[in-house]
């Protein structure tokens, strides 16, 4: 069984989304949103190490230069093929296991994340991928939208790197796995309450006025809170979810399928 030191998070940031354009480096209790997601993901037991995946580009030379200066690990790859920057860092990297976290998500559950790695190291050596989401609903999602967490092996990621055409496949990462799920062996994992119509992403600013509200009450409190904190937090407060209620799940990648 592998250990610790195998496996690897991979959190990939830009600059440059179109829908909240510099959104990652927007303060957040006075930190930038990624150094939170950063911290949050580093407070998962099974992970042995973080590193942010940015793109080549110029435009994302701040967000190079804020995880330089705060001593965070970090590589840069290809700008619009999000496949190819995972793969080449994780073979920099002679990552064995790696965990996908995408930058959009400030409440991303360290406990979760050991959860998909324990599902994941449990199933060795046969698994290839294991999450708690999946974008085609085989793996059917019942946390909150920003929760997702992907754990899959190195070699897992290198057949999608070889075998991925579509532009849909290289920006989102692995739905090239759920199109060629009879290739893969996978396994999901289901919280023990559906709260999948909740949305706890990041993609617009109203995303990110519901994200305050949630620090504001909790993280003074408790640096790393968790889901139930949040859920409970969310119980006895009233209009706060309508601040971002009616967005579509997986908007982008639903809309680099319509583009194809």
């Not at 899959?152 to 989102?172: F, G, M, P, V």
């Amino acid at each position: 069984m592998m250990s610790k030191g195998n496996v690897v998070a991979l959190i990939q940031a830009r600059i440059g989304s179109k829908r909240f354009h510099g959104k990652v480096l927007k303060l957040l209790m006075g930190k930038p949103m990624l150094w939170h997601i950063v911290r949050r993901v580093r407070a998962a037991k099974q992970v042995g190490r973080v590193v942010v995946i940015i793109p080549e580009a110029a435009s994302d030379d701040p967000l190079a230069e804020f995880l330089e200066k705060n001593d965070i690990d970090h590589f840069r790859g290809s700008n619009l093929d999000v496949l190819d920057r995972y793969y080449q860092a994780a073979t920099f990297l002679n990552a064995e296991i790696i965990v996908r976290i995408t930058a959009d998500d400030p409440l991303k559950d360290p406990e979760i994340v050991d959860r998909a790695v324990d599902l994941f190291l449990k199933n060795q050596p046969t698994i290839d991928y294991a999450s708690n989401c999946s974008y085609d609903g085989s793996i059917q999602a019942t946390y909150p939208e920003g929760l997702e967490v992907e754990v899959l092996s190195y070699q897992c990621l290198k057949r999608i790197w070889k075998n991925a055409r579509k532009n849909s496949e290289r920006e989102h990462v692995t739905p090239y796995i759920f199109s060629h799920s009879s290739d893969f062996n996978i396994e999901g994992f289901s919280s023990e309450v559906d709260k999948s119509n909740m949305r706890w992403t990041v993609d617009y600013p109203s995303d990110f006025e519901f994200i305050e509200h949630i620090y504001q009450e909790l993280y003074p409190r408790k640096n790393v809170f968790v889901m139930q904190d949040i859920l409970d937090f969310l119980e006895n407060v009233n209009g706060i979810t309508e601040l971002n209620s009616g967005i579509v799940r997986y908007e982008g990648y639903l809309r680099s399928i319509q583009n194809e």
